[in-house]
């Protein structure tokens, strides 16, 4: 039966994307929702009108329509999408009462909250807590997941977001770097510095470029700094002295208190995202997720090496 399932079932990604598209009428809302960009949105509806050999929307200079074969689709994937979540919510109510699920980022948990779990699991011994330390969970009732740790506006649909703090953006460096290169000269003195990037795969991510304009520097830095599509290895990096990087204050708080970093500039830029604690609007906030709740709002208020 599963086989035959997974033979005859769309696949399941461009399901989920086309029931946003469809609800929105409109693919950059739809990529808005589902943390994506339009081209995603798009590539997925087409993937899904290849395997199923029929168009489903139909484009007009004033938006989209649905056909009627993508009428009949929609109807039923959101019947399909909302029995699950039901049904999943349903055998979350059913767990044990110390039971908790809490979703973050790998960065975010790498550098900041497993630093501080110990003092949570001290206080609260007998909350069985399950981190889910992946890409970001878009439906959290569905997934079974109590609380979550977000980065950005702080607007997501069908969730209640607490901000936990703000942001401000650094370069940091390791001693070592500056022990053989010198002080840096403000932020044009960073023009001739090895400069550690992150390839653009998030709207919330400050480049250089970015950060340099802030503070009115326009000017090309005379060196190619290396180039890293993973934040957690660019940070490493930095940390044996490769170069100078770009690091948000609450990630590299840490590791300037332990002095394995240090901000080679005073300048900071402000950063207009921040850091949100989230759980699903709908669901009633167990005891355990409460405990939690207000330990993380209290635990982000401390400086770092409380």
Known sequence: MAVALRRTLPPTNSLVVFEAAARHMNFTRAAEELSVTQSAVSRQVQLLEDFLGTTLFQRHARGLQLTREGERLHRAVSMGLEHIANVAADIRRHRGPAELTVATSVTFASYWLMAR?????????????????????????????????????????????????????????????????????????????????????????????????????RDQPTQRGEVFDNYMVLIQATLSGQGIALCGRRLAEDFIAQGDLVRPIDEAMKSDRGFYLVRPREATMSHSARLFHDWLLDEAKRPAGD
Not at 134 to 158: H, K, Q, T
Not at 193 to 204: A, G, I, P, Y
Request: hydrophobic share 50%; glycine share 6%; charged share 20%.
């Open 117 to 217: 779990m110990a003092k949570f699991r001290a206080a609260h011994p007998e909350v069985e807590l399950r981190i889910v330390a992946s890409s970001p969970v878009y439906d959290l009732a569905a997934a079974g997941i109590d609380l979550a740790v977000r980065y950005g506006s702080g607007e997501w649909p069908a969730v209640d977001a607490v901000r936990l703090f703000d942001n401000e953006i650094w370069p940091v460096c390791a001693p070592q770097y500056l022990k053989n290169r010198g002080p840096v000269r403000g932020v044009a003195g960073l023009l001739s510095e090895t400069l550690l990037h992150l390839s653009k795969f998030d709207r919330n991510w400050v480049t250089w470029e970015n950060f340099l304009q802030a503070f009115g520097v």
